[in-house]
Every structure is written in structure tokens, then in C-alpha cells.
């Protein structure tokens, strides 16, 4: 179903959210559908929230390294996780399908997304750091 949701949603950004509907998203009228997409689309400037042109060879399929994301969530909460199928792994957050801190705080953005290679090191660590940097820059100030 997040295939046939992701397909759905691009189609929309291509004809416009109040002309298509699939997936998880067949509600018909327009004001049940936009309550029901709006934490996932941007309406304004017709896109999806969490697709952005630079990082759109990461969103179809996988990567050879690891990437790790960190999300701003509701409630003034964060998440950090990492995947090789970006597309997969924000979709389920944006959709509230993924783990319960996302559904219980929904997902507003992707903050920063950082691709790691092997000369960076294990990923585990990185992932570490990027929590202790964010640590550090919200809370400590």
C-alpha cells in the first residue's frame, strides 16, 4: 500500500491533490481528503513535504550507504533514524505507519538528511553524533 500511497501522491503533485485519488487517500470530497493529507502535502506549493528535488535519487529504491534523517515532529519533538529506502521509511513516518513516536508526533518535515559513506565511518556512529549535535544545538542553545 505505501507504493500505491507514494504513486498516488506524485500523481497528485502532476494533476493537482483535488484530482486524483488512490490508496489510503480515496476520501471524495476535497475539504475530508486535505484534513486527511495535509501533515504529508503541501497544498500551497503543490508538493509533497518530504520530497525535495536534491535528494529525489534517494527516494526510489535503495542506496549502497546508509542515510540518516532527522524529522521535526509535532509538539515541538524530534526523530532520528536511518535507512537505505528513504522513500519507504519517510513515507511510513509522513503516513503515520511508522514507529509509535511518529504516530503519536506527527511529522511536520525532514530537517536534514545526510548520505554516509564508508570513509565517514559506521553509520551506528554517525547516527550517534547527529543526535548528540541536535542534542546540543535545541536544548543547550
Not at 509509535?100 to 548520505?115: A, K, M, S, Y
Request: net charge negative; aromatic share 16%.
Amino acid at each position: 500500500m505505501l507504493y500505491e500511497n507514494w504513486t498516488t501522491l506524485q500523481a497528485m503533485e502532476r494533476f493537482g491533490w483535488e484530482n486524483v485519488r488512490g490508496g489510503d487517500f480515496l476520501i471524495v470530497e476535497d475539504h475530508l481528503l486535505k484534513g486527511r493529507i495535509e501533515h504529508i502535502y503541501d497544498f500551497e506549493s503543490n508538493k509533497i513535504k518530504y520530497y525535495t528535488e536534491e535528494h529525489k535519487r534517494f527516494l526510489f529504491g535503495g542506496a549502497d550507504n546508509w542515510l540518516i534523517y532527522v524529522l521535526e515532529l509535532r509538539y515541538g519533538c524530534f526523530y532520528i533514524g536511518s535507512c537505505k529506502h528513504l522513500g519507504k521509511s519517510l513515507g511510513e513516518h509522513f503516513c503515520g505507519k511508522g514507529i509509535l513516536w511518529t504516530r503519536d508526533n506527527p511529522v511536520i518535515r525532514v530537517l536534514q538528511l545526510t548520505l554516509v559513506t564508508p570513509e565517514m565511518g559506521s553509520y551506528l556512529v554517525f547516527e550517534k553524533r547527529v543526535v548528540t549535535d541536535l542534542y546540543r544545538e535545541i536544548w543547550l542553545g
